[in-house]
C-alpha cells in the first residue's frame, strides 16, 4: 500500500559539512522537469556518470529555494543562483547526501509499490 504522506511544503535537508538546504518537495513535475533538462544536455557519448551528475544538479537548482553554511569567496552567506547551486552540487559529499535525503522518500514510495 502506498502512503499518500509526502511533503507538500519546503523542508530543510542537513547535508553535513555545516551545510542545510531549503528545498521545494520532490514533485512529479520538478522531477521531470530534472530529467528533461538533462537529457536535452546529453549526447550518445555521454557516460552514465556525467548524466547522473547533470540530473542531480538539474534537481538541486529546481529544488533549492535557501541555504545555511554556503558562503562566497568573502564569507558572505552565498546567494542562491543556478551557478552556486550547481558548483555546491559539484563537491561529491553533498551531491550524495542531497541525491539520499532529496530522493529517499520517492525510493520508499517504489519500495512501497514493489512490496
Do not use: C
Request: glycine share 6%; charged share 25%.
Amino acid at each position: 500500500m502506498i502512503r499518500l504522506d509526502l511533503k507538500r511544503e519546503s523542508y530543510w535537508l542537513d547535508l553535513g559539512h555545516g551545510v542545510r538546504v531549503n528545498v521545494r518537495p520532490a514533485t512529479t513535475a520538478l522531477v521531470m522537469a530534472a530529467r528533461v533538462t538533462a537529457l536535452k544536455n546529453a549526447t550518445e557519448e555521454t557516460d552514465t556518470g556525467t548524466r547522473s551528475a547533470t540530473l542531480i544538479k538539474k534537481l538541486a537548482e529546481l529544488a533549492i529555494i535557501g541555504w545555511d553554511g554556503v558562503g562566497d569567496s568573502e564569507d558572505h552567506l552565498a546567494e542562491v543562483t543556478p551557478e552556486a547551486v550547481s558548483a555546491l552540487m559539484d563537491l561529491w559529499p553533498l551531491a550524495d547526501a542531497f541525491e539520499r535525503l532529496y530522493l529517499a522518500p520517492t525510493l520508499i514510495l517504489d519500495q512501497e509499490k514493489n512490496a
